[in-house]
């Protein structure tokens, strides 16, 4: 059975005049890790909230067909019932802390769902420890930077162990250095853990590599749906505008030439590998 | 002209985030500051517009010590575009957002609509006036924010982090419009993380790391030293590690090409003739 299903789902935000998702049908199973892409404004934040249920129980509007997850109807569930399966990680961290210091941040979700002291202590020194917030442990959320807040949030939303995590643009705020950490350690939780993963983000220069898909949304709807090398290398997703990963254009403009790679490369390292081959047949 | 001396600034008096700042940023230049979360980098421009006021060294801006020159006046002269457009928006409609910076600046209700007008298109936004800020995407709004400074067209653009959210076609109307205004002779200053768009747009880069300026100097000298982007969090862009895989290969190619072009040009050549 699929983790996430969206059965033929609309949405229209309260006093909208358009639908922020026009007929979604997609299912994503456990262990996957899929990466949602697409212009500005296509919806791909409405498809998070979807998905923990805050459309429509927070924001309001009209609504046809269904969202599953886990086999339950979001319609039918709170959002407090969902918020034990999907972490979400909002695009704005400021408007996801809501406590004084790193420490009380990270414990208060799992505090609110019914977790042990201990191991609620547990999980607050492990997640500190996994994303280096050492540092900040006695920093103000509401002082520290747009990035410390981000990482502070992707930690409060982790230390839930989440079995789907949705993360809108997690590392947008983050130094680069800080964006790889980041991504690497939602990879290995993919990997190592199977949690799912559903993250939105327009470089993909930093995450093809990890997403075992790739879906394309435009103006409310999926327009692709499959694998990132069969994706990106597409038209379509050079027409809408999507941050393809430069060493896919640069493979894309060979092909333009008449130059096969053979393969889809999805970054540098790659791309040069691909090169040596070629080079030697 | 901008000239930084020194600062010092402490938001609670036991964190520092500036540790003595120094730098000059001439007329009709476009910089880039960059550099590890936490670094300083939103409090350094902040100190830019009069936001912030040093509490060690100084800040002058066209030759006046900024000390002496109320927020409303430095914001005449530099427009400051905040990272998280929430904290900058406030009215119902993106036509209101607009107009009411260009009205405090003077502008007469027709050229405000004409100037608005023409923002929300180079911006992409056409179609957006009448729509509340609070109903558009995040990346939307982040757009609407930066067309509210974008319109009044101040002296120095000083932007932080223009391009979270926004999409490749986005990411170069934005670079369009500020590469017009600089052509205009406005000094653009971004402090943002994305190291192709800085390559792409901006000749000088200023690193910073724990509250000081690391390095400071062509874009190209800069993101290719190691040293700098080890001390700054930051990560060579895909097409350097490209360049530099290939090297390894074939040592005829340039470790420090970057960009798109100049890889398919150089792949070209080796393969050459291939088909």
Known sequence: ?281 | MIIVEDVHYSYDGIYTALRGASLQIEKGERVAIMGTNGAGKTTLIKHMNGLLRPQVGRVIVDGVDAKFLSIAELSRTVGLVWQNPDHQLFLDSVKKEIEFGLKNLGFTPEAAEEQCVKTLQNLGLEGFAERSPFALSGGERKRVALATVLATEPQVLALDEPTIGQDAHQKELLARMLMDLNERGRTVIVVTHDVEFVIENFPRTIAMAEGRIVADGSTAAVLSNDDVLERCSLTPPQLTVAARALHRLFPQVSERLSLLSELEDVVSEILGGMT
């Open chain 1, 1 to 281: 059975m699929a983790l996430v299903e969206f059965a033929d789902f609309s949405f229209k935000y309260l006093g909208a005049d358009f639908l922020a998702l026009r007929k979604v049908s997609a299912s994503v199973n456990e262990g996957e890790y899929v990466v949602i892409t697409g212009p500005s404004g296509c919806g791909k934040t409405t498809l998070c909230r979807a998905i923990n249920g805050l459309v429509p129980h927070f924001h309001r509007g009209y609504i046809a067909g269904n969202v599953y997850v886990d086999g339950q109807n979001t319609r039918e569930a709170t959002v407090a019932q969902l918020a034990s399966k999907v972490g979400l990680v909002f695009q704005n961290p400021a408007n996801q802390l809501v406590t004084l210091n790193v420490e009380k941040e990270i414990a208060f979700g799992p505090e609110n769902l019914g977790v042990e002291p201990q191991e609620v202590r547990k999980r607050v020194e492990d997640i500190i420890d996994l994303l280096n917030l050492e540092h900040l442990r006695e920093k103000h959320p509401h002082e520290m930077s747009g990035g410390e807040q981000q990482r502070l949030a992707m930690a409060a939303t982790l230390a839930l162990k989440p079995k789907v995590l949705v993360a809108d643009e997690p590392t947008s705020n983050l130094d680069p250095k800080s964006a790889e950490l980041i991504l690497g350690i939602i990879a290995e939780l993919n990997k190592r853990n199977g949690m799912t993963v559903l993250l939105v983000e327009h470089r993909l220069d930093l995450v093809a590599k990890d997403a075992s898909r790739v879906l394309l949304m435009d103006r409310g709807q999926i327009v692709a749906d499959g694998p990132p090398r069969d994706i990106l290398p597409m038209d379509i997703s050079m027409e809408i505008g999507v941050g393809i990963p430069k060493a896919t254009q640069v493979y894309r403009r060979l092909q333009a030439k008449g130059i096969e790679l053979g393969r889809v490369p999805l970054t540098g390292e790659e791309l040069a590998i691909l090169v040596g081959e070629v080079h030697r047949l």
